[in-house]
């Protein structure tokens, strides 16, 4: 008895020191399976300290120093299949490029500080949004390396390997913005563009997961029995899609990357399939149709493009849509299509 319970005090402290070992080297928070190395905040500018606030407030961890190949690929794919993540150029292997360059932090923190976190309740950032946010320098893709005499799989194919957004299924996303936008070009256009879709990513990562829901009374009033009848060209036509309460399908990119529009064109009469039915397709329906027109155009954009008088129908479901999602799950669609909402 007394060398089972000698033996049990001996392997109680093992785990303690080792414990104490690792929460010296590193600053995990409960539940997070990556750590974040060198304490936190990352640094002592007045930006860390509103990063700490974030923390604090929304439970969320913006970092932007020692991140490594193997936190930005924290997925689980089989290894040989696919891309992996990366930061910096290619001439910039080694994991220190990655960091963002110091004038680069006020532009990131700013982002999320004036554009993303007061457009969102404390419940919403909780429990949708991951443990920790690695803003990247210049995030991109690159083949998997499979060693030597391997031969790569399943990836390199990207004509554009840079990556604005990397919504993760483990722990964490990551998040980056090109030279050039950080130095203002056609500023406040890019900006809505990557707020836009940066939420309609969370949106459809929340509605995957069951955490957003659309509600009976937005689907009451819609004959998808139409659909193939629908006119999408001439507003003069009693089947008119307007008419009917179909608005028009905004692409997930919101016009940024390879495809350089926001709007999917027009389509003859009998080739729609850009509306589905609530349960078809959940993330690509006309329910978040109707968020992605509204994230992106302001209420006075909205109604210049769908007036109100002559489409009844979809001022009363941008109505509900508006509401719902603001009332049930803190997400402002209006606050996100205005901009800045400190």
């Known amino acids: 008895m007394k060398k089972a319970i000698r033996t049990a005090v001996i ?17 995990s928070p409960s539940g997070n399976y990556s750590p974040i190395r060198g304490g936190f905040p990352q640094g002592n ?10 923390k ?3 439970g969320v961890y913006l970092l932007y120093k020692d991140i490594t190949e193997e936190d930005l690929n924290r997925d689980w794919v089989s290894v040989g299949t696919g891309d992996i993540y990366v930061g910096g150029y290619e001439d910039e292997r080694d994991d220190q490029a990655w960091n963002l360059p110091e004038e680069h932090l006020p532009f990131y923190v700013e982002y999320f500080n004036s554009y993303i976190f007061p457009n969102i309740s404390k419940e919403f950032a ?3 949004f991951p443990v920790k946010i690695y803003m990247i320098h210049n995030l991109r893709t690159e083949p998997r390396d ?9 990836g390199g194919t990207d004509t554009d390997p840079f990556k604005s957004i990397k ?4 722990d964490n996303w990551a998040i980056s913005f090109k030279e050039e936008i950080i130095n203002g070009d056609d500023d406040e256009y ?18 995957s997961k069951g955490e957003i829901t659309s509600p009976d009374e937005f689907w009451s009033g819609f004959d998808f029995s139409t659909d193939k009848k629908m006119n999408h060209v001439d507003p003069n036509k009693a089947n008119y899609k307007y008419k009917l309460g179909f608005v028009d399908m905004i ?7 390879v495809q350089k529009q926001v709007w999917v064109p027009a389509y003859a009469n009998e080739t729609s399939c850009y509306y589905w039915e609530k349960d078809k397709y959940p993330n690509y329906n006309l329910f978040t149709t109707y968020i992605k027109n509204a994230m992106w155009l302001t209420p006075e954009e909205f109604e210049a493009r769908y007036p109100a008088g002559k489409y009844p129908m979809i001022k009363e479901k941008y109505d509900i849509v508006i509401s719902h999602i603001l009332d049930t799950y803190g997400v402002d669609l209006v606050g996100i299509a205005r901009g800045i909402n400190k």
């Open 190 to 207: 890019t900006l809505r563009q990557q707020r836009c879709m940066f939420m309609i990513q969370t949106i459809y990562n929340a509605i």
């Open 167 to 170: 919504l993760g299924s483990f």
């Open 146 to 154: 499979l060693g030597e005499g391997e031969e790569e799989s399943g």
């Open 126 to 128: 909780r429990t949708t």
């Open 56 to 58: 604090n407030e929304y």
């Open 45 to 54: 500018s007045e930006y860390d300290s509103i990063i700490n606030d974030i």
């Open 251 to 257: 692409n997930d990119n919101f016009g940024t990357g």
């Open 11 to 27: 392997l109680l402290a093992c785990i303690v020191s080792l414990n104490a070992c690792n929460e010296e080297e590193t600053l």
